[in-house]
């Protein structure tokens, strides 16, 4: 296993709500959800923060002696199903987070890192949803993580779902 550290989590949400702060300047928060509003909140305290990039310098210094043994990361992409669908805007915040959080905990380290990962089909669930791995790997590493995606569909192709074109 890679050497996630303890504070991935609060790193990956200070980023992720530092990012929304951001992206949301400049509008009118009026015609922004409130869920969006409460985001970029919480983001606006962590920007000066996340902008030094120690949390990612940090992250990159922890995964770099995972790779020099390691050429691909092979992980589920998701942790469990898609939440049901429904009224997501109407719910609070931190109902919100804590749905995608444990939803999608695997992408964060390589968002974070800027390094090279990629989501490749793999196969059904058992209700018919599609199911797909993640890989991940060093900087420079994305010929290693297509050539794995192409075995990958070779040893179990994707099944389409829509018609081709």
């Not at 959800?33 to 996340?50: D, E, I, M, N, S």
């Not at 992408?107 to 090279?116: D, I, Q, R, S, V």
Request: net charge positive; proline share 10%.
């Amino acid at each position: 296993d890679p050497p996630y550290p303890l504070s991935l989590g609060l790193t990956a949400l200070r980023h992720w709500t530092a990012g929304t702060a951001v992206d949301a300047a400049g509008l009118d928060p009026r015609r922004l959800a409130r869920r969006t509003r409460v985001h970029a909140a919480v983001g606006r305290r962590f920007l000066a923060g996340v902008r030094t990039g120690a949390a990612r310098e940090e992250l990159r210094g922890r995964l770099e002696p995972f790779f020099a043994e390691h050429d691909v990361l092979l992980t589920p992409a998701l942790a469990r199903r898609s939440p049901k669908a429904g009224p997501w805007h109407e719910r609070g915040w931190l109902r919100n987070v804590l749905a995608d959080t444990n939803y999608s905990p695997m992408t964060p380290p390589w968002n974070l890192t800027g390094w090279p990962a990629m989501a490749v089909p793999f196969g059904t669930l058992s209700s018919g949803a599609p199911c797909a791995v993640q890989l991940a790997g060093r900087p420079g590493s994305e010929a290693v993580l297509l050539d794995v995606a192409q075995r990958i569909e070779e040893l179990r192709p994707w099944r389409r779902t829509a018609e081709p074109a």
